[in-house]
């Protein structure tokens, strides 16, 4: 018998080997064909312990781990057992980050970061979505200012299917944790443990006494309500489908059995509790999840006395398609925004109202900042003086959006005119089935004349509709409202805020990202928010939100034909055109030249893509840039101070992507004013 245990665990072994992906390694002769940059700090292999490791006790600030070239047409979960170990609390702590690195990119993909200290193993589940393209997963240790820190690596397993999938038959449990409570708790239940009044003689999995389960009972119960939670590890791509598993309940008393779903910021939605008392075997449970946004998936049982019974958990499983015959398209919330270029999209106004939004244009000029989008597209006016209502009101309605869905409504607005700001742009949602309107948000004050952003989390029950209204209390108190680039998602701006930054992005929101200065001074560039200093040039505020941070040049500290370098560190090349956006701001009468260039790794010239010279408008414009670089190579960008201290230049948004632009700007090199240079267009 006991021989016929230990063929059946060894076989059961062997299958959990054969379904392991390349790039899986326990680290126990061989590194399994991953790789160390030699260019950073080394990796120790410790074949005693079974891990891989980089410490303090070589200077460096990091150690870079590379796998080999890996291909999977299937979705794959990724599990990673690791420990971070230091003696010290640092303001600038060790930390192990995981990228993914796709071919034909040249920045790699921010997975999952961790910088959390344990004296005992942890393990993090990162799902990798389906991929026509060869890839890498990149290890990187950064060591910090901690002088005693250390990192291991234990395991890489690398698996088809999702990660809140589990059978619960290994020892990591799949990353799945019990949230410990005195009382109550999730165990690990079969496999001969004998320790439970309500174990069960066979799992569902294997169907036998050796496989293993989760259960959680009631017998240490001690007040109303106890509460065990199973909380699974966090989904990290966004995926949608039949979430399905296996229960057992046995109640003597009340049980309440209940899934939820909780965000990064703690929001918890319940999407299935149990509708039964008694299921003596185990019971398939199916219910649809949609998840757009990370979520942990909580099992949760509640107790309200020491002989409440048990519930038992196995084989936890999805599927991308609904669990329900779902018929017609799902909810796209790219639908419901907009940013005017076209038309107005979805969004329509009452023609009893009267014309209160207008869909207009402003060419490029000194006097009115143009559109958001780009700089000289179109954006939507209220001009409320000239509408039908009492009261001056314009009223603008979007698409009808499904009820019982978490949202996250962004849009940018700009004022002009008004003497009080307060009240003049406000947001409502409007429920059609009863008529009800719910202001959710509204302007409190904001600097004139710049494209500010806002973002409003909200939940409605009902199907419901979002309404832009400006309103004026006067007459003679009327301003202007501009409303462009409205944007709406699925979950809380909160939980949005809390993923990782896309590759190839840089705000400069916290800090310069990939680029560095040539020659760091007063005549360089420097990051700010808010207006530049000297009046009548540079931005007021800027692209990405209105109130953030752009890079600039300040003229004040610069002579005339003094140039100021911003250099992205080398990138990686790659086959086809690749796309660089970004948006600069040239206004100022003495403005000089901005001028982006291409460096590839051992030409000693660089190479010009693209060229503003002089005063270019008081917006943000947008520029474009295709170009191609089979080497590596680096991105510069040069700005030269013009003929007066008028001659702040700018730049913010930078966003490189692979593949050709979608849209092709027309002028790469040009010089002077442009013909329509203050013709304003309505």
Request: charged content about 20%.
């Amino acid at each position: 018998m006991l021989r016929l245990c230990l063929l059946a665990a060894h076989a059961l072994r062997l299958a959990g080997a054969a379904l392991l992906y390349p790039g899986s390694c326990a680290f126990e002769d061989s590194a399994c064909g991953y790789e160390w940059d030699y260019a950073h700090l080394p990796w120790a292999l410790h074949e005693e312990g079974h891990y891989i490791s980089v410490d303090t006790s070589y200077e460096g600030e990091k150690a870079v781990l590379s796998s080999p070239d890996l291909y999977s047409e299937d979705w794959s979960c990724v599990r990673l057992i690791y420990q971070i170990a230091t003696s010290e609390t640092s303001p600038d702590p060790a930390r192990l980050n995981l990228y993914l690195r796709q071919q034909g990119e040249s920045f790699d993909r921010l997975l999952w970061s961790a910088k959390e200290p344990s004296d005992s193993w942890l393990i993090a589940s990162l799902d990798l979505t389906n991929s026509t393209n060869k890839y890498k997963i990149i290890l990187e240790g950064e060591m910090g200012q901690d002088k005693s820190a250390s990192i291991a690596v234990f395991e890489i397993k690398i698996t088809p299917g999702y990660c809140i999938e589990c059978d619960f038959e290994e020892n990591h449990l799949c990353g799945f944790v019990n949230r410990w409570n005195p009382n109550v708790n999730w165990f690990v239940g079969g496999g001969n443990i004998r320790n439970s009044q309500s174990i069960l003689p066979r799992d569902h999995t294997l169907n036998s006494e050796l496989g293993h389960y989760m259960y959680v009972d009631s017998v240490y119960v001690k007040h109303f309500q106890e509460v065990a939670q199973l909380i699974s590890p966090k989904t990290t791509a966004p995926m949608s489908g039949c979430l399905s598993f296996y229960y057992q309940l046995k109640q003597e008393s009340s049980i309440v059995f209940t899934i939820y779903l909780r965000d990064t910021s703690g929001f918890y939605e319940e999407i299935w509790k149990t509708d039964s008392t008694l299921s003596a075997e185990w019971a398939l449970a199916e219910v649809d999840f949609n998840a757009p946004y990370p979520v942990e998936v909580i099992f949760e049982v509640a107790f309200n006395s020491a002989k409440g019974g048990y519930v038992a958990l196995d084989d936890i499983s999805f599927s991308p398609v609904y669990c329900s015959n779902q018929t017609g398209t799902p909810f796209n919330p790219a639908e419901a925004g907009c940013n005017f270029e076209e038309d107005l999209c979805k969004f329509y106004q009452d023609h009893k109202d009267g014309p209160g939004w207008s869909r207009v244009k402003v060419k490029r000029n000194v006097y009115r900042a143009g559109d958001h989008t780009t700089g000289f597209g179109y954006y939507l006016l209220a001009n409320t003086k000239f509408t039908s209502q009492p009261g001056y009101i314009g009223r603008l309605y979007g698409p009808m959006l499904p009820g019982n869905l978490q949202f996250c409504l962004r849009f940018y607005y700009a004022l002009y005119g008004f003497f009080k700001m307060s009240g003049t742009l406000a947001v409502y949602i409007f429920e059609e089935n009863h008529v009800v309107q719910e202001k959710i948000w509204s302007v409190l004050d904001s600097p004139r004349g710049v494209w500010t952003q806002a973002e409003i989390s909200f939940k409605k029950p009902m199907p419901c509709k979002v309404v832009f209204v400006s309103w004026c209390k006067s007459f003679w108190d009327c301003g202007l409202v501009a409303l462009d680039d409205v944007s709406l998602s699925l979950g809380s701006c909160q939980a949005a805020d809390l993923m990782l930054p896309n590759p190839g992005e840089c705000t400069f929101e916290k800090d310069e990202c990939v680029f560095t200065q040539k020659k760091r001074g007063r005549g360089s560039w420097h990051r700010r928010r808010g207006p530049t200093p000297t009046s009548y040039t540079g931005p007021k505020g800027d692209h990405t939100t209105g109130v953030g941070y752009y890079m600039y040049i300040e003229a004040s500290n610069m002579v005339y034909g003094q140039r100021a370098y911003l250099v992205s560190r080398s990138l990686r090349g790659t086959s086809g055109k690749q796309c660089l956006t970004f948006f600069y701001h040239m206004y100022g009468a003495g403005t000089g030249l901005l001028s982006v260039y291409l460096k590839k790794e051992g030409d000693d010239e660089e190479i010009p893509l693209w060229r503003r010279t002089a005063e270019q408008s008081i917006s943000w414009l947008r520029g474009l840039i295709e170009y191609e670089s089979d080497r590596n190579y680096q991105i510069i960008f040069e700005a030269i101070r013009g003929v007066s201290i008028r001659s702040d230049t700018a730049i913010d948004d930078i966003l490189f992507q692979s593949g050709p632009c979608l849209e092709v700007e027309e002028i790469q090199f040009s010089s002077g004013y442009p013909d329509s240079l203050n013709e304003i267009e309505y």
